[in-house]
C-alpha cells in the first residue's frame, strides 16, 4: 500500500527552518541522507508532495544543482559535491505535487499542482500513486494530513544545532503518540530516527 512519508531535518530544538524559513543551520550528512533517500535507500518514493513554499526553495536550487549552473564550491569536498548532483537528479525526475493557489508556471521539470482540498487531494494520490509520496518541510501540509490521520512514517533528522526559535515541524495542536521503528548515529553527530504513529 502507498505511504505518505515524512523526511525531514530538525535541530535539537524541533525546528525544521528559522522564523523565516533559513536553512542556513543544515549540514550536509551524507551517511544519513544515502541511508534514507539515496539512489539504494531504504526509501525509493515515486512522488514528492509539497507546499508551495518549500517547492519554491526546491526550485530555486535544485534544477540548477542538476543542470550544473549551480556552483558547488560552498561545499567543502568532492564526496558533497557528487552527493548534491545524485540528490539533484532524483529530485528532478520524481513526479512533484505541489499544494498551491498561484496560477502560475512551476518551471521544474514533471511537476503538476494538486487538484482541490489538500486532503481529499492527498487521499486520492494515496490511492492512485504507483508508489510512495515523501514530504519534505511543507509544515502546514504536515499538519493538515497529521490531523487526518494520513501520515503513515516519519524519518526525522536531527541536526546537531540549537537555532532557539523558528518553525516547528509538529505545527498540529493534536497530540500523537509514535512508535520508535529504528534509530542511527552518524559519524558527524546526526541522529536518525524513524517512527510510524502508535495505534492506541
Known amino acids: 500500500m502507498t505511504r505518505i512519508i515524512i523526511d525531514n531535518r530538525m535541530t535539537v530544538d524541533g525546528m525544521f ?18 541511508y ?26 535544485w534544477p540548477q544543482v542538476h543542470s550544473g549552473e549551480m556552483q558547488l564550491d560552498f561545499l567543502p569536498s568532492d564526496s558533497l559535491r557528487q552527493h548534491e548532483r545524485d540528490i539533484a537528479a532524483l529530485l528532478t525526475n520524481l513526479r512533484k505535487v505541489v499544494v498551491t493557489s498561484k496560477d502560475d508556471d512551476l518551471g521544474w521539470h514533471n511537476t503538476e499542482k494538486i487538484d482541490g482540498e489538500l486532503v481529499a487531494a492527498a487521499q486520492k494520490l494515496k490511492e492512485t500513486s504507483d ?11 504536515i499538519a ?6 494520513l501520515v503513515d512514517d516519519y524519518w526525522l533528522q536531527v541536526t546537531p544545532v540549537v ?4 518553525k516547528s515541524m509538529f505545527a498540529s495542536d493534536m497530540q ?12 558527524q553527530g546526526g541522529v536518525l ?3 510510524q504513529p502508535k495505534v492506541v
Not at 493538515?144 to 490521520?149: I, T
Not at 537555532?163 to 523558528?166: D, K, N, T, V
Not at 500523537?176 to 559519524?187: D, R, T
Open 17 to 34: 527552518a528559522g522564523p523565516n524559513g533559513e536553512l542556513d543551520w543544515f549540514m550536509p550528512d551524507i551517511e544519513l541522507d544515502s
Open 36 to 61: 534514507v533517500f539515496g539512489p539504494s535507500g531504504k526509501e525509493q518514493p515515486t512522488t514528492i508532495l509539497f507546499g508551495r513554499t518549500t517547492y519554491d526553495m526546491f526550485r530555486d536550487y
Open 131 to 141: 508508489g510512495d509520496i515523501i514530504i519534505f518541510g511543507s509544515g502546514s501540509v
Open 144 to 149: 493538515a494530513l497529521e490531523k487526518a490521520g
Open 163 to 166: 537555532i532557539g526559535s523558528g
Open 176 to 187: 500523537q503518540n509514535l512508535a520508535l521503528i529504528e534509530s542511527k548515529v552518524s559519524g
Open 193 to 195: 530516527l524513524h517512527y
